[in-house]
């Protein structure tokens, strides 16, 4: 891997496995400064200490993203760092994932706090460092924002979840097109992921088998990868390298993007 992140500061949330580990990987392999976010310090510890065993600068922060306070805190340890920050990932997601009938709004509000609030509490207390870092290097800022399919057609049975994905395709557009105009030098892109083998996909995969719509997880698994064009499970490097190019100097001119990563699902 080439040096293109060297010097840059990156901030991933829900690091500490899946998608995120995958990107907060990618991102330090090729010279970025990682931070990686999560609300699960064991996990979110061990993440960043495999990253450093692998080479990588990489450090934990403990963070709640559906928490305004947590935000707050994580905006003044990373101004303590005294580098601004070149790129903001927001990753972190919960699954939700039931018919309306059961849809109660337990489910309804987690989901939005952590897949739809966090993004927007990440992005605004995050733009004055992200406006600091643009400002060392003069080449810009970047956040991506995972989203998913589910943010672009419909599923049954996935109306919260498809609702907090929604929201983040049209935030990021909204966000990019502000700062674009107020000359704030940040991009803002969305990644919409198909059906990638996660640990989060697993837990799908394993209320299919409880509800006898699969013999067991893996045949679950295999119905799901049956659904893309492509034959297969995504990877959650294939995000990564997604992130890593909207990250890059190379997605210069994109603001309010929407980069599909799905094995062809959405093309039919």
């Not at 934990?60 to 920050?85: C, N, T």
């Not at 509490?121 to 600091?132: D, E, I, S, V």
């Not at 959650?236 to 094995?263: Q, R």
Request: proline share 3%.
């Amino acid at each position: 891997m080439t040096g293109r992140f060297d010097g840059r500061t990156c901030l991933v949330t829900g690091a500490a496995m899946g998608i995120g580990y995958a990107i907060a990987e990618r991102l330090g392999s090729e010279g970025a400064r990682v931070v990686v976010a999560d609300v699960k310090p064991a996990e979110g510890e061990d993440a960043a200490r495999r990253l450093c065993d692998a080479g990588c600068d990489a450090s934990f922060l403990a963070l709640d993203v559906s928490s305004e306070d947590g935000w707050k805190q994580a905006a003044a340890a990373m101004e303590s760092l005294g580098a601004g920050l070149d790129a903001l990932v927001n990753n972190a997601g919960v699954e939700a994932v039931a018919p309306l009938a059961e849809l109660d709004m337990a489910i309804w509000r987690r989901a939005m706090d952590v897949n739809l609030t966090g993004v927007y509490l990440g992005t605004r207390y995050m733009a004055p460092l992200l406006l600091a870092g643009s400002a060392v290097r003069g080449a810009g800022a970047s956040v991506v924002n995972i989203s998913s399919i589910m943010g672009l057609i419909g599923l049954p049975g996935s109306s919260a979840y498809a609702a907090t994905k929604g929201g983040v395709r049209l935030f990021t557009k909204n966000i990019a097109v502000e700062f674009a105009m107020e000359r704030k030098n940040i991009r803002v892109n969305s990644v919409h992921p198909g059906f990638i083998q996660t640990p989060m996909s697993e837990v799908g995969a394993r209320r299919l088998a409880e509800k006898g719509l699969a013999k067991d997880v893996g045949e679950a698994l295999g119905q799901m990868a049956s659904m893309s064009p492509m034959g297969r499970l995504g990877r959650p490097e294939d995000i990564a390298a997604g992130v890593a190019f909207l990250v890059s100097d190379d997605a210069a001119f994109m603001t309010g993007a929407e980069l599909v990563i799905d094995g062809g699902y959405t093309a039919r």
